[in-house]
């Protein structure tokens, strides 16, 4: 019978089509009445009632927001690999699912009693976004079923290639700019507040995995069991292939990719690689997670293609600290549906190794699909320094600067030793404003380098008084009234300032955010007792973590009269607030068990960055440290710890994972 409903329901929307959009019925209208009718008993005997049946074209009711749906259970994602090796090397002994990874967007339905109660996005996991009202505009979920337990599906929308291919010309982004990929055009109509623009869109649904429900009778405990019991409902389900433990190594799973990716090809899905999952539900259940993924899968992501292009030039830019950074000229090349034609050299290291040099023939991809990366030259051979002698930006000398990398290996780099360079000091204004440092919203780089130009800005003071140019601003092109108040606005409201903002702006080499707020315990929060020691014989180096070189730094830096005077002038324009150190001790639980400890995080955190990580620390009255010694307390590690955790080992050390570290501050 469910497949009957399917076929009655593509005929009927193909003959209403052809009726109201082709003018061109290929059936009378009695024959049509029929198969309705036929249809709807149908439906009503067996509980399954399709989205796009057309018993339900009642219409579509937008919303004015996406409300917040709050997920039980976690949707986490799933560790990823590029090596076929190691999905051989996961199965271990058990059997798995090999299935297709859909580029789309992850919902979660949710079914009580038989009927659609919800549905929601993945967003981060834990939170996601309430997309019920759209779903009668798929084009085939079930909004009914047979079972009339609690059934929670996952799965994932998305639009089928040839499905976007006609729609892409058609359909603009909020930008006013075609879609460039499905994904984008799938995650953009689904989370839409108006059913009607989803409707035209196409969105499908695909189930590949069940949360709750469909535990009855024997061998529940099996995914694949569940996957064709949701089948059995009425939803379409990942294609996947089933492997026996112990049979598959690296020359078998290829050939298990290539057949999945045949038929990804064959059914026009779009896809950005598989994923390889434990079949039985008990033995994922004790593989555990992190607090970024599940430990009961792997996701084997497709290798970056590349594209042949030609390299034009390598353009050189100073950055605040005179680094000139060199970028990629090429010709344009199409990466999943955008032009890319500029990518990052990093330094002058990575050029001579490519021996890349202005006409040769290079290798382009988008890791990760995102970012332009240069992973070959077809034409070495022909290397010569192709470095400026001089700063493209001021004209002074260049010169080159070696350092080493954590493994021991030498880098260079090019750099200005200019201070008065514009380009440097463009960026140390850039950085000034910066949400880190002084959080002045609303000025650009553009929009800095305008006010530089027209002379309004000699030091960072002047920010602070640009109101004498107000009129000038306000007929700037690109501004006007509105713009210039809401400027003002910002930049009056950094004024409201503290100890570890105000350091963290006057950007003392090595002295960011971390190392502001160790001097704001140490200092108590008191410039003025932090610039005695700056300027006098104070030892920073007996800080944890500080060092000779940043002791050296910090002295420099006041010692320079120019620097000295804009850290006093510049306090006279703020509000200090209350200590934020001690503040945010107040709010630390009692039971807190990082209260004064000594915490060092290591490898590769999936929830934090290297200075999230730190703040949070701080947060929960510790010390974030760089180096295991035996004063330190906790190592978190993450993926790749390497030798602080061999280190922290030795010395007995409490080591966390990150998920561990997550569960003790909740």
Request: net charge negative; charged share 30%; glycine share 6%.
């Amino acid at each position: 019978m469910l497949q009957e409903i399917k076929t009655l329901v593509q005929t009927l929307n193909e003959q209403r089509d052809a009726y109201y959009n082709r003018n061109s019925p290929t059936m009378t209208d009695k024959e049509y009445d029929r198969l309705f009718d036929h249809l709807a008993e149908m439906e009503k005997e067996s509980g399954i009632v399709f989205s796009n049946s057309p018993t339900q074209s009642v219409g579509y009711y937008p919303v004015s927001e996406l409300k917040k749906v709050r997920h039980p259970r976690a949707l986490l994602s799933l560790e990823k690999t590029k090596q076929i090796q190691e999905l051989a090397d996961f199965m271990e002994n058990q059997d798995t699912l090999l299935m297709l990874k859909l580029d789309g967007l992850t919902v979660k339905l949710v079914y009580e009693e038989g009927r659609l109660v919800q549905a929601s996005t993945r967003g981060d996991g834990d939170i996601g976004e309430d997309i019920t009202h759209n779903i009668p505009a798929f084009e085939n979920v079930p909004l009914s079923i047979s079972y009339k337990e609690r059934l929670v599906a996952v799965g994932e929308a998305f639009i089928y290639k040839d499905d976007f291919q006609q729609l892409k010309d058609s359909i603009r982004d909020g930008s006013g700019e075609p879609y460039k990929n499905a994904r984008n055009l799938a995650s953009g109509s689904v989370r839409n507040l108006n059913p009607e623009i989803c409707k035209e869109r196409r969105v499908n649904f695909i189930s590949f995995n069940v949360l709750e429900g469909l535990d009855e009778g024997e061998g529940v405990d099996s995914r694949e069991l569940k996957l064709m019991q949701l089948s059995a409902l009425g939803f379409d389900t990942c294609p996947y292939v089933w492997l026996e433990a112990g049979k598959y190594r690296e020359r078998e799973l290829r050939e298990q990719t290539r057949k999945l990716e045949g038929v990804a090809g064959e059914e026009e899905l779009p896809i950005d690689g598989l994923v390889l999952i434990y079949d039985s539900l008990s033995y994922s259940a004790k593989c555990g997670k992190t607090g970024h993924h599940y430990k009961d899968g792997l996701a084997y992501k497709f290798e970056d293609e590349t594209y042949e292009t030609t390299l034009q030039e390598i353009e050189w830019t100073p950055s605040r600290f005179g680094d000139l950074a060199p970028v990629a000229v090429f010709d344009p090349v199409r990466i999943d549906g955008a032009d890319v034609s500029r990518a990052s050299l990093h330094n002058l290291s990575f050029i001579k190794n490519l021996e890349l040099v202005p006409g040769c023939r290079i290798l382009v991809s988008k890791r990760n699909m995102i970012i332009p990366h240069i992973e070959d030259n077809l034409d070495r051979g022909f290397y010569y320094d192709t470095y400026p002698l001089e700063c493209p930006c001021c004209g002074s000398s260049t010169r080159i600067r070696e350092g080493r990398t954590n493994k021991g290996k030498i880098l260079e780099t090019l750099h200005c030793d200019n201070p008065e360079c514009d380009s440097q000091i463009l960026k140390k204004y850039v950085h000034f404003v910066a949400k880190k440092a002084m959080n002045i919203s609303g000025i650009s780089e553009s929009n800095l380098r305008r006010f530089l130009e027209c002379g309004w800005l000699t030091s960072f003071q002047d920010i602070y008084h640009l109101d004498r140019h107000r009129k000038e601003i306000i007929d700037l092109e690109g501004y006007g009234e509105k713009s210039y108040e809401k400027l003002w606005a910002a930049i009056n409201e950094s004024r409201n300032t503290d100890f570890i903002h105000y350091l963290t702006a006057m950007d003392i080499p090595m002295v960011g955010r971390t190392k502001s707020r160790v001097l704001c315990e140490i200092f108590e929060g008191n410039l003025d007792r932090f610039e005695k020691a700056a300027i006098g014989e104070y030892d920073f180096s007996q800080l944890e973590d500080f060092g000779d070189i940043l002791n050296r730094n910090i002295h420099t830096w006041f010692a320079d009269e120019d620097n000295l005077s804009l850290w006093r002038n510049l306090q006279m324009e703020m509000n200090f607030r209350q200590l934020e150190v001690k503040a945010e001790e107040e709010t630390i639980n009692t039971v807190n068990p990082f209260q004064g400890c000594t915490v060092v995080a290591t490898g590769k955190l999936t929830n934090f960055t290297r200075d999230g990580i730190n703040t949070k620390i701080w947060e929960l009255g510790g010390k974030p440290g760089s180096s295991v010694s035996k004063n330190t307390d906790y190592l978190i590690c993450g993926e790749k710890a390497g030798s602080k955790l061999a280190k922290a080992q030795s010395l007995g050390i409490k080591i966390l994972s990150e998920a561990e570290f997550l569960d003790m501050i909740a």
